[in-house]
């Protein structure tokens, strides 16, 4: 599906693929269509690759561009509304490694990348006036589909600037493409496409699985597909195929940089793990067929100690190194070639929450940023007047509400821009039920902090589990989460070293230890201590929940999922006998996984 405006024809145009967050060459419907354009072809309704014939017209070469925009993005003092950074130190370095992968790969196919700092609109418009001249020429921009306003924005801006920079004679066409999910929107079985898609994940799942096929995914364009045009050859501006910026470039400061300097040894993520293409094809691979852990993923997902419990596809997802089809279609092929079951279907379905996620931002809009969500003004049980203690949120960030799990989930969080599931349900749930804070303070932090957020994901999730889509109003019970997902103490003792002594007894609950065995583990409890006493009160079920079903009564939790990238979560390192070696999982864990049903997934007829 594409949006475009203006002509397209070939002839003396300079064909700029601007790279957003589809930071790879395989599978990648904008790049290709900006070959297209380099070739001459004329715009369709069709998605991007539908034709099954090869274009024998040669390409008058094309123009891959990156932008790091410092001005509403990157950057230590690039804040949104609420205080956070727009893009923290951690991502933005993972960025700059998938950006410098990019280049890597396509100066490989003898092509290259123009790499800048600034306003992408003001980048272009500089490139634009560097290659048209008086006798005229045609620019032609081409990115992936984004839904959200603030990108939105930036769009309309680019379409403003280029309008601008054209010479007498010349002119330009911007045309964005839609990427980034399994299923093409005009494949969808609603009236009104992606606008008249259900508000709720079940019947959308239901729909989608019954009557619709998974793009088979594109192939890397040739290296003749891939040149450089040869009109920015010769232009001024042909000095940035060169240039790559540092994280000091972008506006980060010395404690940001000193911050990112080194790994935690406790990450969950894998071992010299790095942005890119190259890296995510390869843990792929490594997941899925080397180490073979695909068949037991149902199983290990909602662990949270550990690189291999879960996919940890997610930060790659998230910027475009790899793309959900691929993934979809190795699932599929592993499938046929090793075993089919409960795990290699939950891969796909995960992925299915990060296309639901992406198309309900596309048709909400705004309203997923709204106190009140897609709800609205209207009258709802979920609706409630919300707080916005400033100590009480630094709290929560800092990991020292007093409630280990939440505490440990937050701190792993600040230490590597990574969270579990299960966690991120959690520590959801806690901020916007038991502490009753705005939500939108949530979905903040996780945008500055987060490895793998994307916008649809995030907000979409938090959104929906401070109840402001509707429906259910699902809390969890902190400490029997706790209990349930990490039965020994282990995951919390990492995180909060000084519970570390404290007995397994108490180590979920350390406010309920008396004085002498405080003294005896090493550690006090209570304000001005070791560790603080529970910043809400334990024994009280929040206000918005009485006469509610479930978390008043110390329910589970189950379903729902949250964060910026789809993946499920797994593992520990004690055995206590428990189900495929998943030491963490108790037995409300085993309940609440026997109530997930199977779904299905088929691809389109091109899939061999």
Excluded at 109 to 119: C, F, Q, T
Aim: net charge positive; glycine share 10%; aromatic share 10%.
């Amino acid at each position: 599906m594409a949006n475009n405006s203006g002509d397209n024809s070939s002839s003396s145009a300079l064909n700029i693929h601007w790279f957003r967050t589809d930071l790879r060459l395989h599978d990648n419907p904008a790049l290709c269509r900006t070959i297209e354009l380099s070739q001459g072809k004329k715009a369709t309704n069709q998605p991007v690759g539908s034709s099954a014939a090869a274009s024998s017209t040669p390409s008058s070469g094309i123009l891959p561009v990156f932008v790091f925009d410092t001005s509403r993005i990157y950057g230590s003092d690039v804040r949104s509304e609420l205080g956070c950074q727009k893009c923290g130190p951690r991502r933005a370095q993972f960025v700059l490694e998938a950006v410098a992968d990019l280049r890597s790969n396509l100066k490989k196919r003898g092509s290259g990348l123009v790499v800048a700092v600034g306003k992408p609109e003001t980048v272009l418009a500089n490139i634009a006036r560097s290659t048209t001249n008086d006798e005229g020429m045609k620019i032609n921009v081409v990115c992936q589909e984004e839904v959200c306003s603030e990108e939105l924005a930036v769009d309309k801006a680019v379409r403003a600037e280029l309008a601008k920079a054209m010479s007498k004679g010349s002119k330009f066409h911007f045309e964005t493409v839609w990427g980034s999910t399994m299923y093409d929107p005009n494949s969808l079985p609603f009236d009104g496409d992606v606008m008249g898609i259900p508000d709720t994940f079940t019947p959308f799942r239901n729909k989608v699985e019954k009557n619709c096929e998974i793009g088979s995914p594109l192939d890397i364009p040739s290296d003749a597909e891939l040149k450089v045009s040869n009109d920015f050859k010769k232009c001024k501006a042909a000095s940035m195929l060169d240039y790559m910026p540092t994280l000091a470039d972008l506006g980060y400061s010395p404690e940001d940089l000193a911050s990112v300097s080194t790994v935690d040894a406790r990450t969950a993520m894998p071992a010299n793990y790095c942005g890119g293409e190259t890296y995510a094809l390869k843990r792929v691979k490594e997941y899925i067929w080397d180490k073979d852990l695909l068949k037991i993923y149902f199983d290990t997902r909602n662990g949270m100690i550990g690189s291999d419990y879960s996919t940890k596809f997610a930060p790659w997802l998230a910027h475009g190194n790899v793309s959900p089809r691929y993934i979809a279609r190795e699932c599929r092929r592993y499938e046929e070639e090793r075993v089919e079951n409960k795990s290699t279907y939950w891969v796909v379905f995960e992925l299915l929450w990060r296309d639901y996620f992406k198309m309900f931002a596309k048709k909400q809009g705004d309203r997923i940023f709204y106190p009140n969500g897609t709800i609205g003004k209207g009258s709802h049980t979920n609706k409630r007047k919300w707080g916005m203690d400033p100590k009480q949120i630094q709290a929560w960030k800092d990991g020292m509400t007093g409630y280990p799990l939440v505490d440990a989930n937050m701190r792993e969080l600040a230490a590597t821009g990574f969270m579990s599931n299960r966690g991120r349900q959690n520590v959801c749930s806690f901020l916007t039920i038991d502490m009753n804070m705005d939500w939108r303070y949530g979905g903040d932090y996780f945008e500055e902090t987060l490895l793998d957020y994307d916008v649809h994901s995030n907000w979409g999730n938090w959104c929906s589990g401070a109840g402001m889509t509707g429906g259910r109003l699902n809390r969890f019970n902190i400490v029997k989460q706790s209990k349930d997902y990490d039965f020994g103490g282990e995951y919390v003792r990492l995180w909060c070293p000084e519970l570390k002594h404290v007995p397994d007894k108490y180590v979920h609950e350390p406010w309920k230890m008396s004085e002498a065995l405080m003294e005896e583990c090493g550690v006090k409890i209570g304000p001005g201590r070791d560790y603080p006493s529970p910043i809400v009160d334990p024994s009280v079920t929040p206000k918005i929940m009485n006469g509610g079903r479930g978390g008043g009564r110390g329910g589970r939790g189950r379903g729902g999922r949250q964060g910026g990238g789809r993946g499920g979560r797994g593992s520990s390192n004690r055995n206590n006998g428990r189900d495929n070696g998943n030491s963490n999982r108790g037995r409300g864990q085993r309940q609440d996984m026997k109530s997930l049903k199977t779904g299905s997934y088929k691809f389109d007829s091109k899939y061999v």
